[in-house]
């Protein structure tokens, strides 16, 4: 991430087209009661501040589903009110099952980099590696680019000299994500190009190349960090919101 450039979270920054977030909202929102658009359009903006929230969409979405015998609608006092049918609310388990282990999965992958950028929130404790299933989705949302540079620099903080191998235990160790050896070996050479690191091999075999930050490095270090910080925060921000209506409510 380029300095000055700022990432747009975004349903579509998660893995939801705009469709499918705002129909998994309506569902959990209906499940708790039924409510009028206006009121439903105003816990939408309460909830998730960063981003302008077309009425008029959600309202074509709502429609949309009362088409599909998903929702309701019914009229009191002179005002239209949607509800869940019996219909969404299998359309809602179904989400459930098809998106809630994915994101809460990520999400804890997330929130292990927030605590080590920012020393706060959760720092949930690494019992698996995130799957391999969900490792493509991860590197969607999120530039792996700027989370691995950070590691790597701030790494060479703290031990001279490192080797990226290294760096693929630490991510594996401590936060629950692995990259290809390949990819972590392309951008350590891309970082000893910028002048971040520098390099020499272990022996005359060139199977271990140890890697000491440099000057210059060490400048562009909390620019690093801080981009690094600004998409995870966006991301877990939104992501905890998501997981937050995809789980079950009593």
């Known amino acids: 991430m380029k300095k000055g450039e700022k990432l747009s979270t975004t349903a579509e920054s998660v893995g939801l087209s705009q469709r499918e977030f705002l129909t998994i909202f309506l569902l959990h929102s209906l499940r708790i009661k039924a409510n009028y658009p206006r009121a439903i359009h105003q816990d939408l903006k309460n909830t998730f501040t960063g981003k302008v929230h077309s009425y008029d969409y959600l309202c074509k979405i709502s429609n949309t589903l009362v088409e599909s015998n998903h929702l309701s609608l ?19 388990i179904w989400y459930q099952e098809n998106f809630l282990e994915r994101f809460s999965e990520v999400k804890k992958v997330i929130d292990r980099f927030m605590y080590d950028l920012r020393g ?43 080797y990226m191998g290294e760096i693929g235990d630490l991510l594996k160790n401590q936060f629950g994500w692995i990259a290809s ?35 210059e ?22 992501m905890a919101s998501v997981v937050m209506f995809l789980k079950e409510k009593s």
């Open 74 to 92: 019914y009229t009191n006092k002179g005002r239209n009110y949607y509800q869940i049918t019996e219909k969404g609310k299998e359309l809602y």
């Open 120 to 162: 706060s929130g959760e720092n949930p404790s690494v019992l698996n590696e995130l799957p391999e299933e969900y490792r493509s989705y991860f590197s969607k949302i999120i530039s792996v680019k700027d989370l691995v540079r950070y590691v790597t620099l701030k790494a060479a903080f703290t031990k001279k000299p490192i």
């Open 181 to 215: 050896n390949g990819y972590l070996y392309d951008l350590s050479h891309e970082m000893e190009e910028n002048g971040l690191l520098v390099g020499r091999w272990e022996s005359e075999k060139r199977t271990k190349r140890y890697l000491r930050i440099t000057d």
């Open 217 to 238: 490095g060490q400048h562009h270090y909390k620019q690093i960090a801080d981009s690094a910080a600004f998409q995870v925060q966006e991301i877990q921000k939104y």
